[in-house]
């Protein structure tokens, strides 16, 4: 059965620093509307972002530097079945009512309030746990989600739509999406079709406008505001410049 051995909700101000620490339980951090910051769990870090989830097992070293404002709730517990291994959970905010109301039994401590927080642990750890399956099942189709925009990036791409063929949420694909390859969806897709276009400056006689219309932009003014500032360049100024393979 799954034991709380502490419970806590407190404000964490903007530069707040936990140094790192251990507990001999483990520990749930359930971080609320506007916590922002690093969490460094064993040799990991993570970043810390409103509805987010931490987990730090017994003897686990972690600790947290703060840059926002916001409200943090500390769970310590007992849990002899515990699968799960440390980490961080972002877009979690489904878990936040179960958070809520162990915090409140604990504080009221009615009759049977134990009962109640074991079987409100019990149902975040499953939730953690089926939110790691998903990510397991995901890696795949986020391979292949990078894939279609490499194949596809001078076409009009709908990132609704990429999230809707993974299974998830528009900003629940696009914080998954980052965390694998660096940039969110937006950034790689523009990345790709800007080099796209530098490759067709440096090596063809098409014109800017034909360039900016064939590789997707809007126009040849968003090309070249994206050039300028990517690059440092405009349209131009690469085609003059053959050599420069940025």
């Known amino acids: ?52 989830v931490l987990l730090a097992r017994r003897g686990t070293v972690h600790g947290e530097r703060h840059s ?3 409200k943090v709730v500390f769970l310590g517990l007992e849990s002899p079945n515990l699968t799960l291994g440390d980490g961080l959970w972002r877009d979690m905010g489904i878990l936040r009512p179960l958070f809520r109301d162990i915090v409140r039994e604990m504080k009221e401590q009615e009759w049977g309030y134990e009962g109640i927080i ?16 998903k990510s397991q099942g995901s890696v795949q189709n986020l391979e292949y989600c ?22 998830y949420s528009r900003d629940r694909f696009r914080h998954l999406f ?23 400056l440096q090596t ?19 090309m070249t505001k994206m050039m300028k500032k990517k690059y440092g360049m405009t349209p131009k100024e690469l085609r003059g410049n053959k050599s420069a393979q940025i």
């Open 1 to 52: 059965m799954d034991k709380l051995v502490f419970c806590h909700r407190q404000e964490r101000g903007r530069e707040a620093y936990i140094k790192p620490h251990r507990h001999e339980c483990h520990e749930l951090v359930f971080y609320e509307e506007g916590t922002r910051g690093v969490a460094d769990i064993g040799d990991m870090e993570y970043g810390i972002a409103p509805a987010s």
């Open 178 to 200: 980052a965390e694998k390859f660096g940039e969110f969806p937006r950034h790689y897709l523009m990345n790709l079709r800007l080099e796209g276009a530098r490759r067709l």
């Open 118 to 133: 074991s079987i409100r642990i019990r149902e975040i750890l499953v939730r953690l746990g089926r939110r790691n399956h």
């Open 146 to 167: 990078r894939q279609y925009l490499e194949e596809n990036c001078m076409q009009q791409v709908s990132v609704g739509e990429l999230a809707e063929m993974c299974g």
């Open 204 to 222: 063809t006689d098409y014109t800017c406008t034909d360039i900016a219309q064939m590789c997707g932009f809007t126009d040849n003014c968003q």
């Open 68 to 70: 926002g404002d916001g």
